[in-house]
Nanobody
Framework: QVQLVESGGRSVQAGDSLRLSCAAS????????MGWFRQAPGKEREIVAF????????YYADSVQGRFTISRDNAKNTVYLQMNSLKPEDTAVYYC?????????WGQGTQVTVSS
């Protein structure tokens, strides 16, 4: 089993920056990929960014490209999402996800609210 715990979500103003963290614990030695999804009210969950644990290759949704940066700390089994130039449309519950040993795991979510 793998447990994911997100932190860092809060209310901010448009243009502000915020960093989300996701700490993984449990059987994480075969982590393949970790990433962030988000779900806004009334909308489907969408991918934001992900990073391959080995090699560090990253992917970003077009809507966040150039504003968000995903990174990892292998020693801490933690993935971060640095969010800059936040917009009201970034308001959502942000979920951390991981694929470990061919299984998918999800965190409980952390709320990010961006006011104009």
């Amino acid at each position: 089993q793998v447990q994911l715990v997100e932190s860092g979500g809060r209310s901010v103003q448009a243009g502000d920056s915020l960093r989300l963290s996701c700490a993984a614990s449990g059987r994480t030695f075969t982590t393949y990929i970790m990433g962030w999804f988000r779900q806004a009210p009334g909308k489907e969950r969408e991918i934001v960014a992900f990073i391959r644990w080995s090699g560090g290759n990253t992917y970003y949704a077009d809507s966040v490209q150039g504003r968000f940066t995903i990174s990892r700390d292998n020693a801490k089994n933690t993935v971060y999402l640095q969010m800059n130039s936040l917009k009201p449309e970034d308001t959502a519950v942000y979920y951390c996800a991981a694929t470990v040993a061919a299984r998918d795991y999800w965190g409980q979510g952390t709320q990010v609210t961006v006011s104009s």
